[in-house]
């Protein structure tokens, strides 16, 4: 076979796939709902990944494009470019990558590199990462480069994270029904060091002083995971040491988590108990950063998504300067034939999780807590204090009446302290129900009909909402929505946030397009959070992959 | 694999609690501020513009940063409270009755530099990672602007005239700059007293001095002063904007900035009481 065929045949093994996505959203002014005049009338942003697989060789590319970036996303957006490229080679016992890469160690609460574009989020690594498997059951990752900051790279990470599944690799435990997994991570931070000045008043006289600023932040963590015949329990423990940044009020003090979860669970039943201590364990790529950037590690938040609207009105995210938290999930199934089950069965699903602010103490009685330019706080891990954050209690009820027919009830009660999550606003208790009905007829249609209902004496006050749904599967979508502020204490506020959306689906390509208002809120993935600001206008929504 | 454990116990730099605070020093007030380059040595003017709002919960504690370095730098430090109209969640009146201190032209700098949330900061409008800061940051950005050399000292009045206010004001460079300056002039106004919002709740009479009311210019960047400056060089700038009927003529000053054309960072500033 000539030079050339044989290069032509390893080409032809070649598979390109990729996606394109394209928001984008007109806008209007409707200062009823404080959605401000955007000068620009139409934003929009735009991603196209593409992927050349060949063998044991990947080479890919993000394009993205924010013509200017749409409301809610952050404006150092601006612009376009190809932020995200990289090459890899996946060996069957090392695989390499050098470019932009995601990456987790753990359960990432000492690194996680990831990407999520309803937070406007995105904090890949630009550098290189290798991946060796040795043997069976042990796998070890390296890491080294730069977080990815709007269009610029911030910090230099180094990483190296051991994972050994031990039934593997060891003989005599093979077949054994008891799984072990240990695991173990470090990851090191270099920032050069910069001038922070503090003053302090002594008497009559101010004094300055200069911070000194470490410039490598080391952490270290181990894992464990065990499953037992239908018994899990796994946890870990981070630990992170002096890294002064503005998040913390520039305090010395080291950081630490644990994070604990053991769960039972058989056909028709599951528990799952989780408790999470989190102690000054913000670690981010920059001292200086705050928000949702630069971050390298994720400290998930021990509560229920909720996915209905309402029910995601004061949505919680973890508080990295300290909390505790505790969540407990429990999954019922009713069995058919019994009175509650009826012909298909019932499922219940209890929820309930609570967050505190960690108990912290004085390092010694002249110092108050927090003070920068000290250790700042002593605390025990998993001290509750009685500063409450959080509190989530719901029990959700799904029925399926007939062939026809089924239902969801949920009610939920919240506790939420808004000025401690947003930064501003009160301390908020409300009572959320919600009934989901679904109708289907005639094979491919679907009526459904989801009713929300908020009482809360705090901020908004009373909510209520209505969405009708109908769909045509596989290929139409239709909806219509009112969300209505009806117990606002003041008036001209009890506004009616109507929204009307289709949806056309054909292969793998999505295509929507909505009319309506968008209440001002946060929006949370995995704990995370944004402001979303208040808009009403059209909105089209693209995706399509091959 | 021994490279990376042994990285592991050394890529991590622990202060000790004696190690922390370094180059202790007393500073205080300093009450001679730049003279107008005559005789005496011209010294550099920080501006540290803060961006607050009177709903915004966390602006007070920021406030108490910015007070506390003007009492450190006294005139060398210049204070500007921007409340950008656009932030209104965080800026219109929190009650009924009080003085809107926004306005749109701080919404233009706002905009330009992406600023969302509150309370940031610029000092001198240096580069600083998207070029505002947390309030953690600005006595280390002012210290470090302070101790640069300064290359023009400024001299001048603000007067009261029947319906406008005339500045009228001339830049002696003390060192050649090789880039062109520009001359913006913002109206300031002190003595507000408002509901300002809080982490401890409403705070009534909450004092808010030098806020930023307008700016004499049109174009956000001021107008051309000089293509360049050699040492020894004076130029001088004259321009009016009319008094608002909103403003207390009494507490009106106007600070004069002087900036680079292409970074827009400020070389040096003037505050001028309007008499």
């Known amino acids: ?471 045509l599967a596989p290929k139409w979508f239709l909806s219509v929505s009112d969300m209505w502020n009806f117990g606002n204490e003041i008036k001209e506020q009890r506004l009616h946030y109507y929204y009307v959306s289709a949806a056309y689906v054909h292969d793998a390509m999505r295509v929507s397009l909505s009319y309506g208002r968008i209440r001002k809120g946060i929006m949370c993935a995995g704990g995370v959070c944004r402001e979303l600001p208040a808009s009403n206008g059209l909105m089209l929504s693209l995706t399509s992959s091959f | 694999m021994a490279f990376f454990l042994s990285f592991a116990f050394w890529a991590c730099d622990t202060i000790k609690e004696e190690d922390i605070k370094q180059n202790k020093r007393i500073v205080g007030g300093n009450t001679k501020p730049d003279d107008g380059g005559d005789d005496v040595v011209v010294k550099k003017t920080v501006v540290l513009e803060d961006f607050t709002g009177v709903r915004c919960v966390n602006c007070p504690k920021a406030a108490e940063v910015a007070h506390s370095l003007k009492t450190l730098y006294g005139e060398q430090l210049i204070l500007i409270e921007m409340h950008p109209a656009s932030l209104k969640s965080l800026t219109k009146p929190a009650a009924s009755g009080d003085a809107d201190l926004s306005c749109d032209e701080a919404s233009e700098y706002a905009a330009e530099w992406a600023i969302s949330s509150l309370p940031q900061g610029l000092v001198s409008r240096k580069q600083a990672s998207g070029k505002y800061m947390a309030p953690e940051l600005w006595s280390g950005a002012v210290a470090e602007a302070m101790a640069e050399e300064p290359i023009v000292g400024i001299k001048g009045s603000a007067k009261k005239e029947a319906t406008s206010i005339k500045v009228d004001i001339s830049a002696n460079f003390v060192l050649d700059y090789k880039e062109a300056v520009n001359v913006l002039c913002f109206v300031l106004e002190d003595g507000f007293s408002v509901t300002q919002k809080s982490g401890e709740g409403d705070l009534k009479d909450y004092k808010h001095n030098h806020v930023f009311r307008k700016r004499i210019e049109s174009d956000k960047w001021g107008v051309s002063l000089l293509s360049s400056a050699t040492k020894g060089e004076t130029a001088t700038y004259s321009a009016s904007v009319d008094i608002d009927a909103a403003w207390n003529v009494d507490n009106l000053n106007v600070v004069v900035l002087l900036c680079s054309a292409s970074t827009h960072e400020i070389l040096q500033a003037k505050n001028i009481k309007v008499e």
């Open chain 1, 1 to 471: 076979m000539s030079a050339q065929s044989k290069f032509d045949e390893v080409m032809s093994r070649g598979v390109l796939s990729g996606n394109v996505q394209i928001d984008a959203q007109m806008y209007q002014t409707d200062s009823l709902i404080g959605a401000e005049k955007v000068d620009e009338k139409f934003r929009s942003n735009s991603y196209a990944y593409l992927q050349y697989t060949n063998g044991k060789f990947t080479l890919g590319a993000r394009f993205e494009g924010y013509f200017k970036p749409m409301l809610g996303y952050d404006a150092r957006y601006e612009g376009a470019g190809v932020p995200y490229y990289f090459a890899r080679f996946s060996g069957d016992i090392v695989d390499v990558t050098l470019g932009n890469f995601y990456e987790q160690f753990g359960s990432g609460m000492l690194l996680r590199s990831y990407q999520d574009w309803n937070l406007g989020l995105d904090n890949s690594i630009f550098g290189a990462r290798a991946i060796v498997t040795p043997i069976d059951g042990i796998v070890i990752k390296g890491v080294v480069g730069s977080y990815r900051h709007f269009w610029e790279k911030q910090g230099l990470i180094r990483g190296i994270d051991a994972d050994f599944s031990l039934n593997d690799f060891i003989k005599p435990m093979r077949d054994w029904e008891t799984r072990i997994r240990l695991g173990g991570s470090f990851v090191s931070k270099y920032q050069a060091a910069q001038t922070w000045t503090i003053t302090e008043t002594e008497g009559d006289t101010t004094y300055a002083y200069d911070l000194a600023t470490p410039q490598n932040v080391g952490s270290a963590g181990v894992r464990f995971a065990l499953e037992s015949h239908g018994f899990s329990f796994n946890g870990e423990y981070d630990w992170k040491g002096n890294d002064p940044t503005v998040e913390n009020g520039q305090i010395y003090k080291p950081g630490q988590a644990l994070l604990l979860n053991m769960g039972y669970s058989r056909r028709g039943f599951g528990v799952l108990l989780s408790a999470k201590s989190v102690d000054n364990m913000g670690f981010r790529a920059d001292r200086s950063e705050t928000g949702n950037y630069g971050m390298i590690n994720y400290l998930p938040a021990l509560s229920r998504q909720h996915t209905y609207s309402i029910a995601s009105f004061y949505p919680y995210a973890c508080q990295p300067n300290g909390e505790v938290g505790f969540q407990a999930d429990i999954f019922y199934k009713i069995k058919k034939g019994t009175v509650l089950g009826g012909k298909y069965g019932t499922d219940i699903k209890l929820n309930a999780s609570v967050a505190t602010a960690l108990n912290e103490k004085q390092i010694n009685p002249e110092t108050p807590i927090r003070k920068a330019g000290t250790y700042g706080y002593r605390a025990n891990i998993f001290a509750v204090s009685d500063s409450i954050y959080f509190v989530d209690a719901n029990i959700e009820l799904s029925h399926k009446f007939s062939k026809h027919f089924k239902g969801t009830l949920m009610y939920m009660y919240e506790q939420y302290n808004q000025e401690v999550v947003e930064g501003h606003g009160e301390f908020i208790k409300a009572h959320i129900v919600v009934g989901d009905f679904t109708y289907m007829f005639l094979k491919k249609h679907a009526l459904r009909l989801e009713l929300q209902y908020m009482h809360t004496k705090q901020a908004e006050r009373d909510w209520l909402m209505a969405t009708l749904e109908y769909t």
